[in-house]
């Protein structure tokens, strides 16, 4: 799997499913995982689990979706493990970036809402100009 990381540094992860397995253990194993990737599950933590260890299996075909490994990944950035993410940043010729604190999410997500609250109004004021017979239209 992994080999041990010098100090300050990320741990050499051999492929995506490695760097994922390192995730899976750091937010709480492939029990509690798998069951949080797959609630339909829940009372059956051996089968959770078993199926998460095939997705991470290159000999097995089960595979993550895309929002179940946005999933995965937002779990270790809540439980302060990002090796994963780095990992993939690397990979994908991007530089490492630091985790969002939740205040700052918080606060981008609202500057975005009043954004749109404004596109909408003009938006709305636009179509009520074009409604408008042509010749109100030109009146204003």
């Not at 959770?48 to 895309?66: F, G, V």
């Not at 090796?83 to 609202?110: F, M, N």
């Not at 975005?112 to 100009?129: C, G, P, Q, W, Y």
Request: aromatic share 4%; proline share 6%; with cysteine.
């Amino acid at each position: 799997m992994t080999t041990v990381p010098a100090p300050n540094s990320l741990p050499l992860f051999q492929d995506m499913n490695d760097a994922l397995t390192a995730a899976v253990h750091a937010v709480g194993g492939f029990k509690k995982v798998g069951l949080a990737l797959r609630p339909e599950l829940e009372g059956r933590p051996q089968q959770a689990a078993q199926w998460l260890r095939d997705c991470l299996n290159h000999e097995k075909r089960e595979k993550l979706s895309p929002e179940q490994l946005l999933h995965l990944l937002r779990s270790a950035r809540e439980g302060n493990y990002h090796a994963a993410k780095h990992w993939i940043d690397g990979e994908a010729g991007y530089a490492e970036s630091a985790p969002l604190r939740p205040e700052d999410a918080l606060a981008d997500l609202q500057r975005r809402f009043i954004a749109a609250v404004h596109l909408s109004h003009d938006v709305a004021e636009k179509i009520e100009r074009l409604a408008r017979s042509p010749l109100q239209a030109v009146g204003k």
